[in-house]
């Protein structure tokens, strides 16, 4: 599912499918928390789910096109851990931006 996201921003800039997916994720997340708590766990479970493909969207799936960028996709993946660890995918598609910047392949 994510995956089929990212593919469907691919005719955008870097900066601006990075910018469209991090305003998706925060635009879910909001309306997640907004809703406050629910008594259906389905329902819980959906939202959840929900901005979690988005988060992984942001953080496996697109590029990011500055240092900044990167900070900020290090705080979300520490978030979505909540402090236990990073998921290896997260790992691997920070130091993957980590190592393109540092070569120069800013977007």
Do not use: N
């Not at 851990?81 to 990073?86: E, F, K, L």
């Amino acid at each position: 599912m994510s995956l089929a996201l990212a593919d469907a921003w691919q005719v955008s800039s870097p900066r601006s499918m990075f910018d469209d997916a991090v305003r998706a994720y925060r635009f879910c997340r909001a309306a997640f928390d907004a809703i406050g708590p629910v008594s259906d766990d389905a329902d819980v479970d959906a939202g959840v789910d929900a901005y979690c493909t988005l988060l992984d969207v942001v953080i496996e799936h697109t590029e990011a096109p500055s240092l900044a960028a990167v900070l900020l996709k290090m705080d979300l993946a520490w978030e979505r851990q909540d402090g236990v660890g990073m998921i290896d995918a997260y790992w691997h598609a920070i130091r993957a931006d980590l190592g393109r910047l540092a070569e120069g392949g800013a977007a």
